[in-house]
């Protein structure tokens, strides 16, 4: 694979309906990923998150600053690159085909762009189903599968793409706390298997400690990077961590600047409302 | 479980059928019913069917009848057939292209809402000979309503479905056959089902004006004739194979879209 994945965000923003409403989605955000790098940004709902992902998977453009891989442009105003397997998302509500088997949605990417042979992409696929656990359902539709199986199987398609980086849109919302930590585990563990660059957005900030080795904080509309965090938390990385001193200090020195955050969010939806 | 379930299904289908002859044995041939009496008897309609040697000449038993049925039923299986497949493919055409859709939406909803009984001498004035006049207004209703379908099924496919198919590499012709047309499909099939029903309604008006066989012709032959009962037993046919050929899109539309759970109301 050529290139590794390092991300460069200048100052990058985004106005939407300029003409007409004026929201200012992002706000002058830079933001330096280095390659193999697990980035988590935490922001509260609404603070242009997505925006910024979308941006990056080239499903959105920006009005202003850049945005860049491997010193390669890959958006800024008037200029869109298009989507491709270099920089595959993993949606917040899932999007994995329901009308195809799970062996044809994980295997239809190195297909689809050549790749790889029918055989070997089915082999390669089977041995990350096991990783997770997931061996056995190949030929299952999704709809048949649980929450926290048709995410696994999401990221490992995103996987077999072989990707310089991994766009994660709060993938684990919609799961309950205790599969969300299970599927926690799984994704650490496929990211301790091959390295990638990893772009993952939450509004949880656990999770976002848990995973990450820096933790960026948005602040609320217009989003701009409000503070960076290096997680300084040994890897393989379990459960049990969640007790540790280092992570509750963390926690203490990040969610303070959340909560503000988040407050702000509250105020300005209430003040929508009155 | 599910075999007990249709059972039962079935036993209370045919419960409610055998009511609904019942009442009518009550308040026609029974009772005769004010304004109920005019109606054909339930015993003589049913005799009449089956009789070897039938009084108005069409019985199970004669080739005539046989000749009206299969007269329908290639015209809508015909008709059926063309716009399935036009309107399948116009319908993609306009959910997938702006500039299609543009193009042909505000002509679309011009036509579509002609009833189809305004299209009729047109229709003859267009087509030759007697056949395809009545084919071609069996098919418009069919057309406009698969088109409809299949747009609004273009439509509601999730967008995120687009941008996984741009991130994973598709090209173009495989985002059409993996995530449009398969996307697509429960609103394409919901559609099918109701340009079937629009297929004989439409058959029947315009064999009615046009024909020289069929069962929509042989109803209004049998009232100018004054054969009440065979024209009944007409009616019956029709409202048969309108119910079968209904069934048959449902089984076909369950067969292709077998991931969802969900399957479509009446099977």
């Given at each position: 694979m050529s290139g590794t994945g390092q991300l460069s965000i200048q100052n990058a923003g985004k106005i939407y309906d300029p003409e007409g409403i004026h929201m200012i989605a992002l706000e002058g955000v830079?933001?330096?990923?280095?390659?193999?790098?697990?980035?988590?940004?935490?922001?509260?709902?609404?603070?242009?998150?997505?925006?910024?992902?979308?941006?990056?998977?080239?499903?959105?453009?920006?009005?202003?600053?850049?945005?860049?891989?491997?010193?390669?442009?890959?958006?800024?105003?008037?200029?869109?690159?298009?989507?491709?397997?270099?920089?595959?998302?993993?949606?917040?509500?899932?999007?994995?085909?329901?009308?195809?088997?799970?062996?044809?949605?994980?295997?239809?990417?190195?297909?689809?762009?050549?790749?790889?042979?029918?055989?070997?992409?089915?082999?390669?696929?089977?041995?990350?189903?096991?990783?997770?656990?997931?061996q056995g359902i190949e030929d299952q539709f999704p709809e048949g599968l649980s929450g926290g199986q048709k995410r696994r199987v999401e990221i490992i398609r995103a996987l077999m793409n072989d990707p310089k980086v991994l766009l994660l849109d709060e993938p684990f919302r919609a799961l309950d706390a205790l599969t969300k930590s299970v599927v926690q585990e799984h994704l650490l563990e496929l990211f301790d298997?091959?390295?990638?660059?990893?772009?993952?957005?939450?509004?949880?900030?656990?999770?976002?400690?848990?995973?990450?080795?820096?933790?960026?904080?948005?602040?609320?509309?217009?989003?701009?990077?409000?503070?960076?965090?290096?997680?300084?938390?040994?890897?393989?990385?379990?459960?049990?961590?969640?007790?540790?001193?280092?992570?509750?200090?963390?926690?203490?020195?990040?969610?303070?600047?959340?909560?503000?955050?988040?407050?702000?969010?509250f105020e300005a939806g209430e003040r929508e409302l009155a | 479980m599910q075999r007990l379930l249709t059972n039962i299904r079935i036993r209370q289908g045919l419960f409610g059928v055998a009511c609904?002859?019942?009442?009518?044995?009550?308040?026609?041939?029974?009772?005769?019913?004010?304004?109920f009496r005019e109606m054909p008897k339930l015993v003589v309609g049913i005799k009449e069917w089956l009789s070897l040697d039938p009084v108005f000449g069409v019985s199970l038993f004669t080739a005539e009848y046989y000749t009206h049925i299969w007269a329908s039923i290639y015209r809508v299986l015909s008709a059926f057939f063309v716009a399935t497949v036009a309107g399948i493919a116009i319908g993609i055409l306009m959910g997938w292209r702006r500039i299609f859709f543009g193009l042909t939406f505000p002509i679309l909803e011009v036509l579509r809402?002609?009833?189809?009984?305004?299209?009729?001498?047109?229709?003859?004035?267009?087509?030759?000979?007697?056949?395809?006049?009545?084919?071609?207004?069996?098919?418009?209703?069919?057309?406009?309503?698969?088109?409809?379908?299949?747009?609004?099924?273009?439509?509601?496919?999730?967008?995120?479905?687009?941008?996984?198919?741009?991130?994973?590499?598709?090209?173009?012709?495989?985002?059409?056959?993996?995530?449009?047309?398969?996307?697509?499909?429960?609103?394409?099939?919901?559609?099918?089902?109701?340009?079937?029903?629009?297929?004989?309604?439409?058959?029947?008006?315009?064999?009615?004006?046009?024909?020289?066989?069929?069962?929509?012709?042989?109803?209004w032959e049998t009232y100018y004739y004054v054969q009440f009962p065979t024209m009944v037993s007409t009616m019956a046919t029709l409202g048969f194979f309108g119910y079968i050929s209904s069934a048959l899109v449902r089984v076909v539309g369950n067969r292709l879209m077998r991931w969802r759970e969900k399957i479509l109301a009446g099977t």
């Open positions: 830079s933001l330096e990923i280095k390659a193999g790098e697990f980035c988590v940004v935490v922001g509260p709902s609404g603070c242009g998150k997505t925006t910024l992902l979308n941006a990056i998977a080239g499903f959105d453009q920006l009005t202003d600053g850049q945005i860049s891989m491997d010193e390669q442009l890959l958006a800024s105003p008037g200029k869109k690159l298009l989507p491709g397997p270099d920089r595959i998302v993993v949606f917040q509500h899932g999007a994995l085909f329901p009308w195809k088997t799970v062996m044809w949605n994980v295997t239809c990417g190195p297909l689809k762009q050549g790749r790889m042979k029918s055989v070997e992409a089915k082999e390669k696929a089977r041995e990350l189903l096991a990783r997770v656990g997931l298997f091959s390295p990638k660059t990893v772009f993952f957005i939450t509004h949880d900030l656990e999770e976002a400690i848990f995973l990450a080795d820096r933790v960026a904080v948005m602040t609320t509309r217009p989003g701009t990077i409000k503070k960076i965090v290096a997680v300084d938390l040994p890897r393989p990385r379990d459960y049990r961590i969640l007790t540790s001193e280092r992570f509750v200090e963390h926690k203490v020195e990040l969610g303070e600047a959340i909560h503000e955050e988040a407050k702000k969010a | 609904f002859f019942l009442a009518w044995y009550l308040l026609v041939d029974l009772f005769g019913v004010w304004r809402p002609i009833p189809i009984l305004a299209w009729i001498p047109l229709a003859i004035i267009l087509m030759p000979g007697r056949e395809l006049p009545i084919i071609a207004l069996t098919f418009l209703a069919a057309f406009f309503v698969t088109i409809l379908n299949t747009l609004l099924g273009v439509r509601a496919i999730d967008r995120d479905y687009f941008r996984a198919a741009e991130s994973l590499g598709f090209s173009q012709l495989q985002t059409l056959s993996h995530v449009i047309i398969p996307g697509a499909l429960p609103y394409i099939f919901v559609g099918l089902q109701i340009a079937m029903g629009a297929c004989w309604f439409s058959l029947v008006a315009a064999e009615i004006l046009s024909g020289s066989a069929g069962l929509g012709y042989k109803v």
